[in-house]
T-cell receptor, first 114, second 114 residues
Framework: DSGVTQTPKHLITATGQRVTLRCSPR?????VYWYQQSLDQGLQFLIQ???????AKGNILERFSAQQFPDLHSELNLSSLELGDSALYFC?????????????FGPGTRLTVL | AQTVTQSQPEMSVQEAETVTLSCTYD???????LFWYKQPPSRQMILVIR??????QNATENRFSVNFQKAAKSFSLKISDSQLGDAAMYFC???????????FGTGTLLAVQP
């Protein structure tokens, strides 16, 4: 158990809908990263928050947004869902170690868009 | 730009034997970390081992060790005394510069034969 929690574990929804994925980082971790794992794209970085502020953006669609709240939990909002958004979404939280962060992953949310 | 290459899509090893998974990378950073993550059938991403680039000594975590060759930009993972529970997808990962987002290889699927 990494100490990172994600809810829900599974989500099935229809095209055009909107969903919210939730992540609670490990106690004391200030950074949250979101990743998407799909069969055709592999593991892709979406966005990073650090202590409530957006730190970096990756290949995140405009239909997707995220935020980190004062209690450090984070939410990833996916809207106008398409079939291609079906994927496993991970969040990771990190502790600084030297010049980099060591990231610990949550169990993921499996999103199925029908 | 940082890249990570895993050239072995699948590997197989007999229980109790040793196997080595390959990873090559490219980065312009001088100080960086490298990571191996394991993704078993549960799909959880589990940190296996990390290596600091400025340390010449190869990292070791129980049955897992790395062969880090900085000049060759090679970072292989050796699993000794393989166990059935080692069967998983293994990803090599490199932080992508200042953001520390992880850049993943395409993974190596390891099967362990009883």
């Amino acid at each position: 158990d990494s100490g990172v929690t994600q809810t829900p574990k599974h989500l099935i929804t229809a095209t055009g809908q909107r969903v919210t994925l939730r992540c609670s980082p490990r106690s004391g971790d200030l950074s949250v990263y979101w990743y998407q794992q799909s069969l055709d794209q592999g593991l892709q970085f979406l966005i990073q928050y650090y202590n409530g502020e957006e730190r970096a953006k990756g290949n995140i669609l405009e239909r997707f947004s995220a935020q980190q709240f004062p209690d450090l939990h984070s939410e990833l909002n996916l809207s106008s869902l398409e079939l291609g958004d079906s994927a496993l979404y991970f969040c990771a939280s990190s502790v600084p170690q030297g010049s980099t962060d060591t990231q610990y992953f949550g169990p993921g949310t499996r999103l199925t868009v029908l | 730009a940082q890249t990570v290459t895993q050239s072995q899509p699948e590997m197989s090893v007999q229980e109790a034997e040793t196997v080595t998974l390959s990873c090559t990378y490219d980065t312009s950073e001088s100080d960086y970390y490298l990571f191996w993550y394991k993704q078993p059938p549960s799909r959880q991403m589990i940190l296996v081992i990390r290596q600091e680039a400025y340390k010449q000594q190869n990292a070791t975590e129980n049955r897992f060790s790395v062969n880090f060759q900085k000049a060759a930009k090679s970072f292989s993972l050796k699993i000794s005394d393989s166990q059935l529970g080692d069967a998983a997808m293994y990803f090599c990962a490199l932080p992508g510069g200042a953001t520390n987002k992880l850049i993943f290889g395409t993974g190596t699927l390891l099967a362990v034969q009883p």
